[in-house]
């Protein structure tokens, strides 16, 4: 029998799960099954109102596709702005709250389903954060970094179960904000400044782990601004690449005092030759 063919594409992964589900399923099963198909119900239909796809639901979980990040971070925060309300009535032991992680990546599509590298990120992702917030990785946010109204709080380089090299991780902080009927828009978050967080050290990490963290790091700061090569330096003075990080940091400077000192040094003009300014007042 011939296999189905299998399909490739790029897209937004949304993985989410309940935490505490297990300890919820001892506490009432009944009750908990009638929440938890509640609140699916409204997770389905956000999903498919962000033009979502979903594409397996085991248990608690849910994996869905989308064709924009945008469309999945958008989808992500209605759903847990709109769980947090529908949580009000339910006592604080029996309220039940979705983490949710959100990856960008190739995939595999197999008779609906979707497989690879993609889906375990963002399935490791929502493991990073508590109920009812949202974890994104590094290819998610530079999709959404120079977007307005978005807050990221970077959790900086994370070793996950089943994945081979860390991954950087951002939770997406969500405005609290209650005055409107309206359900909390992703604009209305203001945004700050990014900066890089280095990995904490840790004495269980062996030499290999600590130098696979350290080029994960240096990845993300390589080309970017001065005080993101300094993090770097500040966190390995003696690291592979301080001395690049050192030299990158003394070029910038470099250019900085170049250009004030060109706009400070007025053109010297040849006595034959008349600047600009004399023609248009006029002098000979």
């Not at 954060?129 to 307005?148: N, W, Y």
């Not at 991954?167 to 945004?191: G, K, N, V, W």
């Not at 040849?270 to 004399?278: A, F, K, N």
Request: net charge negative; charged share 30%; hydrophobic share 40%.
């Amino acid at each position: 029998m011939e296999a189905p063919p299998l399909e490739r594409r790029l897209v937004a992964i949304l993985a989410a799960d309940v935490e505490g589900y297990s300890r919820l399923m001892h506490g009432d099963e009944e009750a908990t099954l009638a929440v938890l198909s509640a609140h699916r119900a409204v997770v389905d239909q956000l999903i498919a109102r962000h033009k979502g796809r979903i594409a397996n639901t085991a248990g608690d979980s849910v994996l869905a596709e989308f064709a924009s990040v945008v469309d999945a971070v958008h989808c992500a925060v209605e759903i847990q702005e709109s769980l947090a309300k529908a949580n009000e009535h339910e006592s604080e032991a029996r309220r039940m709250r979705f983490r949710i992680g959100i990856n960008v990546g190739d995939v595999m599509v197999k008779e609906g389903d979707i497989f690879g590298d993609g889906v375990n990120v963002a399935a490791r992702l929502e493991g990073l954060v508590r109920g009812g917030e949202i974890c994104i990785s590094r290819g998610v946010h530079d999709h959404l970094r120079h977007r307005r109204g978005m807050i990221f709080e970077d959790l900086g380089e994370q070793l996950v179960k089943n994945i081979a090299h860390p991954i950087r991780a951002f939770r997406l902080r969500i405005a609290a904000d209650s005055s409107s009927d309206e359900p909390p828009c992703i604009e209305a978050i203001t945004e700050l400044p990014e900066m890089p967080m280095a990995p904490a050290a840790s004495p269980e990490l062996s030499p290999d782990t600590e130098a696979a963290l350290e080029l994960a790091f240096w990845e993300t700061v390589k080309d970017g601004t001065p005080a993101e090569l300094e993090s770097y330096v500040e966190r390995y003075p003696e690291g592979t690449f301080a001395s690049i990080a050192e030299a990158r940091l003394d070029a910038a400077c470099n250019r900085r005092e170049a250009s004030r000192s060109l706009r400070r040094k007025p053109p010297n003009y040849p006595p034959t030759v008349r600047p600009p300014w004399s023609l248009r007042f006029g002098k000979a």
